[in-house]
C-alpha cells in the first residue's frame, strides 16, 4: 500500500545526501517534497502540514553527528514523527468482561465479517473460548459467510434467521453466551454503502443495549479521505474504542491509515490484509513508520511465522535436518506453514530492502501450485527418499503433475540446495537450540 510514498519520500531525502550538514535551505527543500508525499498519498492536509513543520523543527534544532549523515537523521527524525502520528503505542484490545463482548462497525464493504473471523482466531489463539453473532439482517450472504467462517477457524456462530431485530439477535447471543461459557463475544452488524440516519441509530441502539466491553470500527483503507470522514461521523454517534484498517496489501495511497488517528483521535489497534484468517496484525505505529521508510518489519515477520508454526513440528523438523532426513513430506508441511503466514507480496515487504527491490515485480499467489503437484505426484516412497529419484521417475512425476522434467530438476536441484543451507543454519546455531531458536535471537 505504502510503495508510492515510500519511494517520494525516499526522492525526498536524497537532497540531503552528500550534504554536509543540515542548513535551513537543503531542510526547506527536503520538507517541501515530503508534504507534497504526504498529500499525495491522501494525508490530510493540516495533518501533513503539522507533520513536516514539526520535522522542520527537530530537524534545525538538532546538531548532526560525525557518524550520522544529514539524510540519515532526517529518516530518523521522519520516522519519529510518523510513529507519534499513528498512535505512538500499540493498543491491545479489552477482553475484560464475561463475556468480553466486541461490537463490530463500518460500512458495507469495508470487511467486517471477515475481520470478525479473523478476530475471532486471533482470541481463541489465545486459548479463549470465542462466539461469533451475525446481526445482520440485511444481507442473507453477510450470515452465510459468518458461518463458513466460523467453521473454518472452529468457532460458534451464533444466527436467528427468522429474527429481524438485531438488538435482540444481539441480546439474545449474549445469554447464550453465557450459557455455554463463552469467554468472548464478537458481534457482526450490518453495514450501508453510505453513513444514513437508519444505520447510525441501529448501530448506536445495539451499543446501548449490549454496553460492548470494546467498539471497533472497521474501516477499508483504500478509501482514502472518505475513510477519515466515515471514521469521524461514526465516532460522534457510538464513540468506538479503536480502528481496523483492511485491505491494507491494496494498491491504494495509504492516507488514511496515517491522517485517522490524528482526526478522530482513536487509537488504530488491527491491521487486515487479504482474505487468509491468520492475516491479521495488532497495529504497531513504530513498526508501521518503518514500512513506510522501507526499513522492513522484521519483528512482525517474526511473530507471523511463530503463530504459523507449531512448535512441536518445528521440532520434529529440527531433528530430521540434524539427521539429514529433511523430506519431500517435511518440504510439503512447511509450504502449507507458509501459505497460513498470509499474502507472500505483504511478507516480503517485510524484509528490508527486499520489499523496494522487488517493488515493480508481480508474485504469483500461485506460485506454489506446481511445487506441490510435483509432491503430490510422488510416491510415497519417494517423497521419504528423495535420493532414489532417477530419471525415469522424474519423467513420470512430470506427466503426473502436469509439469515438464525440466521443473521437476530444478525443483529437485532447490530442495538439494535448501537442504544443504538447513544443515549450515543448525550448525551455525549449535548449541542455542537449532532453527527453531533463530527467531527469537532475532528479536533480542
Known amino acids: 500500500m505504502f510503495d508510492n510514498l515510500s519511494n517520494k519520500l525516499d526522492r525526498a531525502f536524497k537532497t540531503l545526501k552528500g550534504q554536509g550538514s543540515i542548513t535551513e535551505i537543503n531542510v526547506a527543500t527536503t ?8 498529500v499525495d498519498a491522501d494525508v490530510n492536509y493540516k495533518v501533513a502540514k503539522t507533520v513536516t513543520d514539526n520535522i522542520k523543527e527537530k530537524a534545525l534544532g538538532r546538531d548532526v553527528l560525525i557518524a550520522v549523515s544529514p ?33 463490530i462497525s463500518g460500512l458495507q464493504g469495508s470487511g467486517k ?16 473460548s470465542v462466539m461469533v453473532a451475525a446481526c445482520d439482517v440485511y444481507r442473507p450472504a453477510a450470515i452465510n459467510q459468518l458461518q463458513v467462517l466460523a467453521e473454518q477457524v472452529g468457532v460458534e456462530a451464533y444466527t436467528e434467521l427468522e ?9 439474545n447471543a449474549i445469554e447464550h ?11 457482526d452488524t450490518a453495514g450501508r454503502l ?12 445495539i451499543k446501548k443495549a449490549v454496553n460492548p466491553t470494546e467498539t471497533l470500527f472497521v474501516v477499508d483503507s483504500m478509501t482514502g479521505q472518505d475513510a477519515v470522514n466515515t471514521a469521524k461521523t461514526f465516532n460522534e454517534r457510538i464513540n468506538f474504542d479503536g480502528v481496523v484498517l483492511t485491505k491494507l496489501d491494496g494498491d491504494s495511497r495509504g492516507g488514511a491509515a496515517l491522517s485517522i ?31 513506510i521508510l522501507g526499513m522492513g518489519d522484521v519483528i512482525s515477520l517474526v511473530e507471523r511465522a511463530q503463530q504459523a508454526f507449531d512448535e512441536d513440528e518445528a521440532k520434529r523438523i529440527n531433528k530430521k535436518i540434524r539427521k539429514n532426513q529433511f523430506n519431500f513430506d517435511d518440504f510439503l508441511t512447511q509450504l502449507e506453514q507458509i501459505k497460513k503466514m498470509g499474502d507472500i507480496k505483504d511478507l516480503v515487504g517485510m524484509i528490508p530492502g527486499v520489499g523496494k527491490a522487488l517493488k515493480d515485480v508481480e508474485i504469483d499467489e500461485n506460485a506454489f501450485k506446481p511445487i506441490e503437484a510435483i509432491i503430490k505426484s510422488m510416491t510415497p516412497e519417494e517423497r521419504e527418499n528423495p535420493d532414489i529419484i532417477s530419471g525415469s521417475r522424474r519423467a513420470r512425476i512430470a506427466k503426473g503433475s502436469g ?3 525440466t521443473q521437476v530438476n530444478n525443483l529437485m536441484k532447490q530442495f538439494n540446495d535448501m537442504r544443504k543451507m538447513m544443515r549450515s543454519m543448525n550448525k551455525m546455531a549449535g548449541k542455542r537450540g537449532g532453527l527453531g531458536n533463530l527467531a527469537n535471537m532475532m528479536k533480542r
Not at 520538507?31 to 504526504?38: D, M, S, Y
Not at 429474527?163 to 441480546?171: D, F, G, R, T, Y
Not at 490524528?262 to 513498526?287: C, H, N, Q
Request: glycine content about 6%; proline content about 3%.
Open 31 to 38: 520538507i517541501k517534497e515530503v508534504r507534497r508525499a504526504l
Open 71 to 103: 539524510g540519515q537523521l532526517m529518516v530518523k527524525i521522519m520516522h519519529e514523527e510518523l510513529t507519534e502520528l499513528m498512535g505512538g503505542e500499540k493498543q491491545d484490545i479489552n477482553l475484560k468482561g464475561d463475556p468480553a463482548i466486541i461490537l
Open 113 to 128: 465479517t471477515t475481520f470478525t473471523g479473523k478476530l475471532a482466531n486471533y482470541i481463541k489463539k489465545q486459548g479463549r
Open 163 to 171: 429474527n429481524k431485530n438485531p438488538v435482540q439477535i444481539a441480546l
Open 177 to 187: 453466551a453465557k450459557k455455554t461459557h463463552k469467554k468472548v463475544v464478537i458481534i
Open 194 to 205: 453510505a453513513v444514513d440516519e437508519a444505520m447510525m441509530k441501529e448501530i448506536a441502539e
Open 261 to 291: 488517528r490524528a482526526v478522530v483521535e482513536k487509537p488504530i489497534k488491527f491491521i487486515s490484509t487479504g482474505e487468509k484468517m491468520e492475516a491479521l496484525d495488532l497495529f504497531y505505529p513504530d513498526r508501521m513508520a518503518q514500512r
Open 403 to 405: 509439469t515438464d522434467v
